[in-house]
């Protein structure tokens, strides 16, 4: 039923950076109107937070190649459970997707199980080995929203600046990794006095601002249009911010476990805390909060990486990196709004508004037309997560046993209700 109604609403509208209690109608799975104060008729919200579904940037998803990991169907409902109606797949699976028919075969797929929108991401080069360029423009024909290599930084600089020319011309988005590949190699937490008790392997925050630097220069060159996939260092955000004010076209993004959480929480190697890259310092991890309040870094995203127990459950410096986070992306943000770091609305526009432009996506939004991408939720519900309630497949969370607050009620997407918290479950 895409026709309905949503009344007594706390509407936050991250364009016009508004909260406002008001209604909501749904027709023909878009916003069709909204208005303040009561409406009788509908849904009764309860005054809970009424927003545009998140658009979630990074997601890893297992198809092809590690469908025990995470699948799109189980994927698509952690999504609707965290009130992510838009996931932005990357294409580091096991069969690179680097071609248009593996990318046709994941937009089948993702059309045929996911609940929510998937947008996919395909590998700059092929195999993402950094040695060809991949055919980017029968991939944008097939759906690519985006190109990246994820992780396997290009230190190939010549193959790199070719990439950006050739995207520049067909209006193509890069995602790049900022690292420099030589100093963060095998590194497990970042450098520092915590690694050196520790005696692991470590990367130095400057690894992340010479890499970003070296992608700067040649966004410079190229005019490219480009997106830094995750910032974690205070180091960085000098030079992003040099890049934004000389007017190149450039954003970057910030995962939700370097926004709360420490290279402390690693604690006795607990390897749920090993992610890519390794979490900072508290003043790296207060910095970038100050850089989402001000505009520097423009996306959140939960850089939902599913890893199986036998992955994990290793050494901390053999274990995998990474962490699930579809289910506790709006969760752990709303740690930053009750502490006072980040209002409602700023936070929305980094997990919402601000990644739907970026990648021209049509959510992101409660104005009049905009599709019916919504999510319902409750900043102050307590809860302590419990991994195994989790709906990914794999249930590699820093947060398991974490005291949270934020509960969804509800996820519609294109008005479709996908998650209902009061039937514990996805309805679609």
Not at 74 to 103: F, H, Q
Not at 190 to 201: D, E, Q, R, V
Not at 240 to 252: P, S
Not at 265 to 287: I, N, Y
Request: glycine share 12%.
């Amino acid at each position: 039923m895409t026709n309905a109604r949503l009344h007594n609403a706390r509407l936050i509208d991250p364009e016009t950076g508004t909260e406002t209690l008001g209604w909501l109608r749904i027709e023909g799975g878009l916003i069709a109107e909204t208005g303040e104060g009561p409406r009788q008729g509908g849904l009764d919200c309860g005054g809970l937070c009424l927003a545009p579904g998140l658009v979630d940037v990074g997601v890893k998803v297992g198809e092809p190649g590690e469908r025990h990991k995470e699948s799109l169907r189980t994927a698509g409902r952690a999504a609707a459970a965290g009130g992510v109606t838009s996931m932005v797949t990357r294409p580091d699976t096991l069969t690179p997707i680097d071609t248009p028919e593996v990318l046709d075969f994941v937009r089948r797929r993702a059309r045929d199980d996911a609940i929510v929108r998937v947008h996919p991401l395909a590998a700059l080069t092929k195999g993402r080995e950094g040695r060809e360029m991949t055919e980017i423009g029968f991939l944008l024909d097939a759906g690519a929203v985006a190109f990246t290599d994820g992780d396997a930084v290009t230190t190939d600089t010549r193959v790199l600046s070719r990439c950006m020319i050739y995207a520049k011309g067909l209006g193509a988005l890069i995602l790049g990794h900022p690292q420099d590949p030589g100093l963060s190699r095998g590194a497990a937490v970042t450098s520092g006095k915590f690694a050196a008790l520790k005696g692991l392997p470590a990367a130095p925050p400057m690894a992340e601002r010479m890499g970003l630097e070296r992608d700067l220069a040649l966004v410079e060159m190229t005019g490219v249009r480009y997106h830094a996939d995750q910032l974690s260092t205070a180091a960085a955000l000098p030079a992003l911010r040099r890049a934004k004010a000389a007017g190149l076209d450039v954003t970057a993004g910030v995962s939700i476990h370097h926004l709360t959480l420490n290279e402390f929480d690693v604690g006795d190697f607990r390897t749920f805390f090993k992610l890519k890259p390794p979490l900072r310092s508290e003043d790296d991890r207060l910095a970038m909060v100050e850089a989402v309040a001000d505009g520097t870094i423009d996306i959140i995203c939960s850089m939902h990486t599913p890893q199986d127990e036998e992955s994990k459950r290793l050494p901390f410096e053999a274990a995998a990196s990474g962490a699930v986070g579809l289910e506790t992306l709006l969760p752990a943000a709303l740690r930053l709004y009750h502490s006072g770091q980040l209002t409602l609305t700023e936070l929305l526009r980094a997990m919402s508004l601000n990644p739907a432009r970026r990648f021209g996506l049509p959510g992101g939004r409660l104005s009049v037309g905009a599709p019916a991408d919504l999510v319902l939720f409750d900043p102050d519900a307590p809860f302590r997560l419990d991994r195994f309630t989790l709906r990914s497949k794999s249930k590699n969370t820093p947060f398991d046993g974490a005291l949270l607050q934020g509960r969804v009620a509800g996820t519609w997407v294109g008005g479709e209700r996908v998650f209902d918290a009061a039937r514990d479950g996805a309805v679609a």
